[in-house]
């Protein structure tokens, strides 16, 4: 369950359905503490995303420089540039840095503002 979580795909999709089950069930309730609180299970994804390594129990390959392309050797580009097949290992390595990198502080920033304003919504729905 966790590796299907820390992928950056599934956990992406997951997150975005659970944002719109919060909000359609808070606009059906009158409530907006549901989004509230299903934004805590947003920052959730978001942290069990970054530690998708530690998931899947490999690395993210550090950069290395190849003085000839000036190309990082371990990175897709160079693989492509000198022909070569792409190895598994670092198709792994660049979907990790895509959930440390990208996704996770995306989705960590959107559950934060999600949990930090979905109360706030209830004062001004109040009104109307």
């Not at 979580?5 to 359609?24: E, K, N, Q, R, Y």
């Not at 549901?34 to 998931?55: E, K, Y």
């Not at 690395?59 to 792409?86: F, H, M, Q, S, W």
């Not at 999600?114 to 919504?121: A, V």
Request: glycine share 8%.
């Amino acid at each position: 369950m966790l590796r299907f979580l820390s992928d950056p795909m599934h956990g992406t999709w997951l997150a975005a359905a659970i944002i719109v089950v919060g909000a359609a069930l808070s606009v059906c309730m009158h409530d907006f503490g549901v989004l509230a609180r299903l934004g805590n299970a947003v920052l959730c994804i978001s942290i069990i995303m970054l530690s998708r390594p530690q998931v899947t129990g490999s690395k993210i390959a550090i950069e290395v420089t190849d003085e000839r392309t000036e190309l990082n050797v371990n990175g897709p580009e160079y693989y492509r540039v000198n022909n070569l097949a792409e190895p598994e290992w670092l198709r792994i390595s660049e979907t990790n840095k895509l959930a440390v990198n990208q996704r996770s502080p995306v989705l960590a920033i959107v559950g934060t503002l999600i949990t930090g304003y979905g109360e706030c919504l209830n004062i001004v729905f109040q009104w109307l």
